[in-house]
């Protein structure tokens, strides 16, 4: 098939392009400059000059293509509209990315206990109400002859096979304790978030495109930690032993930002039991914790 890929220089776009490549397909990619569509054109990928607001732009694209991965922002509902409203009564396929930390819980790194299933009822914090009416959105498109399907994995972690190698979360904390000296957390750290390897959610975006039903929502996690036990695999890693230090959220807001200084410090604890049953999928890459020590991130410790 010809698929188009939005955020393709990314790091998930990056990797499910090179998967759906491994399998086959042919994929176009977007790109909003002369030295990203170059990047990608080096992977192997056709790139498609332009941006999420580019609709005239997206929807050629989309047209076009025999079926459309959205990998590129989980908060531009504004291009999610413009691609679902393209391919309308075609019946191809959209799968459209979103993220788990629509279930996050501002917890300052108290433990929480509540797992979410696709079917368990979301109370979203302000900030992430208006990802869960774009996923809404998205798979209502399937009432309009969309094969729309809403994937929604959690940290991921791992080196990608794309443009962009790294993740956000888990190089955040190695630098930041390569600076202090010492892994730093919110709060006591106990909070917990599932986690997938990024091979292992391309793996599940390529198993929904053959298998799963219009309309359909999967989580998609392997396992989860809590922050206290990454942040020991982070020193570890760095050879500072199993010390960590409190993060004040103030401290983390002004290093990270608040949305991520909020989200690092949440609960976000999913099941992608869904996934397995209704798509075949089997996660079979290392595990977060290993792949901190001993796999993806040693260049990282340097």
């Known amino acids: 098939m010809e698929i188009f890929v939005t955020g393709a220089t990314g790091y998930i776009g990056g990797t499910v392009s090179a998967r759906l490549m491994q399998a086959g397909h042919r994929v176009h990619g977007l790109a909003r400059n002369a030295e990203r569509a170059e990047r990608l054109e080096e992977h192997g990928i056709t790139p498609v000059l332009g941006t999420l607001d580019d609709f005239d732009i997206l929807t050629a694209a989309a047209q076009s293509a025999d079926a459309v991965v959205n990998a590129a922002n989980a908060d531009h509902p504004f291009a999610a509209r413009a691609l679902a409203e393209a391919l309308a009564g075609s019946g191809k396929k959209l799968l459209h990315t979103s993220g788990t930390s629509i279930v996050a819980d501002n917890a300052d790194g108290q433990p929480g206990d509540i797992v979410y299933h696709e079917d368990t009822p979301l109370d979203p914090l302000p900030e992430k109400a208006s990802r869960v009416a774009t996923d809404r959105m998205v798979c209502d498109a399937a009432k309009k002859g969309v094969h729309a399907v809403v994937m929604c994995p959690c940290l991921i972690y791992g080196k990608g096979l794309g443009v962009r190698p790294d993740s956000i979360q888990v ?97 976000v604890r999913v099941s992608a039991d869904k996934a397995r049953a209704m798509l075949g999928w089997t996660a079979v890459q290392p595990s977060l914790l290993d792949d901190i020590e001993n796999g993806s991130y040693a260049e990282h410790a340097a």
Request: proline fraction near 6%; charged fraction near 20%; hydrophobic fraction near 40%.
């Open 171 to 267: 190089p955040m904390f190695i630098d930041m304790a390569k600076a202090s000296g010492v892994p730093r957390h919110l709060g006591p750290g106990l909070n917990i978030w599932s986690n997938v390897h990024i091979e292992d959610c391309a793996d599940a975006y390529i198993a929904a495109l053959e298998h799963a039903p219009a309309g359909s929502y999967f989580y998609v996690e392997s396992g989860e930690d809590t922050m206290l036990d990454l942040n020991r695999a982070v020193g570890r890693l760095l050879g500072l032993g199993d010390r960590t230090e409190t993060l004040p959220q103030s401290d983390a807001a002004r290093a990270w930002g608040a949305p991520m200084a909020l989200g690092m410090g949440s609960n």
